[in-house]
């Protein structure tokens, strides 16, 4: 088994979908954590490129190699310790639930971080809790449902990187929404729960550090 | 073999690489375009909504572009051989699409603010982005080759449509990346991609 180091922020954001596929093959990883403050400097360190590749985070080490890309990085870990599907098919379906996932949270981390008007700010977020969440969680459940009445997993019979990929970026979703629009998602509320009670993943959840992304609005 | 159905717009964008991929595997589809004006009433039959789509025989449907082309790529033999070749090309792929939302605020900009965008992106964005990608793939065989392995894989097709495209708005925004531009020139000459782009509505 290769060493492998993450290093992300000290955030869950991207990268946490990592930490916990590596939780949830039982695989240890080195977890690096750079504060922002401190992420400008370590840039500099590597003014060629050979770890950031792409002058970002997250990034993966292992055997002399370097992986860049949070969803290159995920899917590559998925696909090692079998949480990506077991065919070509399961993991189109699995890539498909991952973006669609994506395409609701990255607006958001968008409009959280780097809108400074408040008018178009406030605009967004008012099309965000009225449309464009109740659009993506919709979509989200007719999926699940789709996949033997949806009381099991997104793809196939057990849990893959679409299902952990949804159980934790919909804290962001639910946390600029209000704190019970799952409620009216019944199977992907389920979901959540399911995939927070699986044993490995129970446990990196009890023990990971804090993490500061709730503070940010 | 299933037979498949890919639908889109009378247009390249989020497609056309899909199509070039079904024409590397040598292998038949339905290319459905439908017309703009036909969208909204099409909308909402669709089951996520949005194009492109991809119907497989026997009633799979697949959206999003990146999960349906990476899907081509694993089933016809062209998305690396490894998993660890196919998360560098999936590397490449996600590095262009952090391009896309600029690329897509260009082609929405007012007159006013055109001039803006494009600026940031072929002064700024597009020069960061190309010079990372060049030195990547400077470590694959110097960048003699693809950019992944040694064989033509989807994140060649990718870089290849996003890059000509590019190349119709600012003809020499490759100038300072040979291997890119060697790159470029190598997808096009792919005897199948070459009959593809011959052929191509």
Known sequence: MPKYKLTYLVFRGRGEVIRLLFAAAGVEFEDVRVTLKDWPAM???DPERKRFLFNQLPILEFDGHVLAQSHAIARYVANEFGFAGNTNLEKAKVDMIVSAVEDAYSPLVTNVWYEKDKARKEAWFTEFRETLLPKSLTALEKLLTANGGGDGFFVGDSVTFADIMFADRVDLLVFHSSPDVLDGYPKLKALKSRVEALPKIAEWI???PYAPDFEFH | MPKYKLIYFDIKGRAEPIRMGFALAGQEFEDVRIKKEQWPELKPKMPHQALPVLEIEGGVVLSQSFAIGRYIANEFGFA???NLEKAQAD??????NDLTPKLTELFHASDEKKAE?????????LPAAFTNMERLFSKNKDGTGFLVGDGITWADIMFYNFADGMEQ???DVLKNFPKLQGLLERVRNNPKIKEYIKNRK
Not at chain 2, 91 to 96: G, P, Q, R, S
């Open chain 2, 80 to 82: 690396g051989k490894t």
């Open chain 1, 206 to 208: 009890k023990k990971r």
């Open chain 2, 91 to 96: 590397m490449f792929c996600d590095a262009l």
């Open chain 1, 43 to 45: 840039k500099e360190t």
């Open chain 2, 117 to 125: 965008v494009r600026k940031e992106l072929f002064e700024k964005l």
């Open chain 2, 169 to 171: 708005i600012e003809p």
